[in-house]
């Protein structure tokens, strides 16, 4: 469990990046974390791992407050991807990075190596096994990032714009593979732009702005409200958009599905007669 | 696609890195004309990053590795230029803002192409301030381009290449740490260049539910290969396009959920909310 109670982060220059955030996140939650550019949602995530530690208040992660431990220490549970792959990326071959974090947590070579193929086959990356990440494109360095924490199987998952450079295929089983975790009671966080992403998983969804949280509720409801979303700079997922256009038919709003959006406006089109 | 001039066009153009096994480009011969909007998509590496960097001559002048078959752009053989002669033509966007941003102030950053072409100060204030107004970073412009965010990076890249208003601007995932409003800006920003003053645009983008909509000439690629050109309209209703991972827009896709229904829509397929929800109000209300 995260629990963030009245959270105030300066950065050094003085830069007062949150102003006071606090929220419950409970184990085998989903929760999507949106918000404009310099909203202070990178800057939020980076306490669940203790990167950062609050300038005021506390962090608390399941029960111990993360003044108290240390990021190494935090690591075992919290693994974190960051949003730009090459500030994670340092080894010679992909298999070697993603080594890197398994042999630091001391467990056994044959269980290493298991844990790297299935991390390979999870991302698609097998064939780039004995490959320097600097090679590859950046929607696969990406990719190399994420294969890197999920192989140690954090309790806690943060992944900061993990849908960046992804074609749609990997949205789809990054997306598949998310619920599974949800599954096994694992707990996730994104903080991402990516708002069809985000409809298509339809997760508890936390709006940011300014260091402030704005809103928090149902991904249906807030990707599906406007006047919210424009203050964070957000834009209605397509679907919402259609059904935004079309209010004069009185039709419900609150549609992101795709396949939920052709039953109504099928019943609709019936209604109608036509 | 007005005059019907090539700008960029490539002959059997194929591409290894040094060391790679087999080539990230392969067989690729496009014509791209003055003044299009070109919209570049496909799996990830699927070569477009690589194609991109052929245009303006990083790859292989930077890059190394093997070469084979023709490219011309702006009406010069890149392999006999050198990479510096090239950017005046070409104006290309990083998909990693970092890689492209190196002076102290976001300003010299923006400025520092026209420097390096002597252009006068004045015109060069003149210039440089309207690409930071167009790209909404003028009132940070005195900050280091390494304290702020990937978001606001990326802009200041694309104001750098804005600035120089070059015939060609090649653009690689330009926006994909922006957000969604920030984006569309930009993107709306650029149409409006390709618009107004004809300048050619090449974008590189995955997100097609925001691009699709301003291009007439889409290009999907896989495995090195052009593997679909043409109407976007005609290309995303293959169904072969979504075999190959492209994400179709949700309004293109709801609309053939619908249309298989039997619902009488009209036969031009939507690339935007906009155009679905006419066609859906017109079907339902006559």
Known sequence: MIEAENVHYSYPSKVEALKGVSITIKDGEFVAIMGQNGAGKSTFVKHFNGLLKPTVGSVKIDGVETTKSSVAALARNVGFVFQNPDHQLFSETVEEEIAFALKNFGLEPEIIEKRIDWALNLLSLTQYRKTSPFLLSGGERKRVALASVLAWDPKTLILDEPTIGQDHEQKEKLRQFIMQLQTQKKTVVIVTHDVEFVAECNPRVVLMKEGKIVADGEGKEILTDPATLELSSIVLPQIAQVFAKLSDLGLPKDIIDIYEAKAILLKEAWRRGK | ?286
Not at chain 2, 88 to 108: D, M, R, T, W, Y
Not at chain 2, 129 to 139: E, K, R, S, V
Request: hydrophobic content about 35%; glycine content about 8%; proline content about 4%.
């Open chain 2, 1 to 286: 696609m007005g005059t019907k001039v090539a700008i960029i066009e490539t002959k059997n153009l194929t591409y290894t890195y040094p060391g790679a096994s087999k080539p990230s480009i392969d067989d690729v011969s496009i014509k791209i004309e003055k003044g299009e909007f070109v919209l570049i998509t496909g799996p990830s590496g699927c070569g477009k990053t690589t194609l991109c960097r052929t245009f303006n001559g990083l790859v292989p002048h930077f890059y190394q590795g093997e070469l084979k078959g023709e490219i011309t752009v702006a009406g010069l053989n890149t392999l006999d230029r050198h990479t510096y002669e090239m950017a005046k033509h070409v104006g290309l966007v990083f998909q990693n803002p970092e890689n492209q941003l190196f002076a102290l102030s976001i300003e010299k950053d923006v400025a520092f192409g026209l420097e390096n072409n002597g252009v006068d100060r004045a015109e060069m204030r003149k210039k440089v301030d309207w690409a930071l107004n167009q790209t909404g970073i003028y009132d940070i412009r005195e900050r280091s381009p390494h304290e702020i965010s990937g978001g606001q990076q990326q802009r200041v890249a694309i104001a750098s290449v804005l600035a120089m208003e070059p015939e060609i601007i090649v653009l690689d995932e330009p926006t994909s740490f922006l957000d969604p409003l920030s984006a569309q800006k930009i993107f709306e920003v650029i149409y409006k260049l390709n618009k107004e003053q004809g300048i050619t645009v090449i974008l590189v983008e995955h997100r097609l539910d925001l691009t699709a909509k301003y291009t007439n000439h889409l290009i999907v690629m896989d495995q090195g290969r052009v593997r679909f050109e043409g109407d976007p309209r005609e290309v995303l209703s293959n169904e072969e396009t979504r075999l190959i991972g492209v994400g179709i827009p949700k309004a293109t896709l709801l609309y053939e959920l619908l249309k298989k229904e039997g619902l009488g829509l009209s036969s031009k397929i939507p690339l935007c909310s906009e155009e679905l929800a006419d066609q859906l109000l017109e079907a339902l209300q006559k």
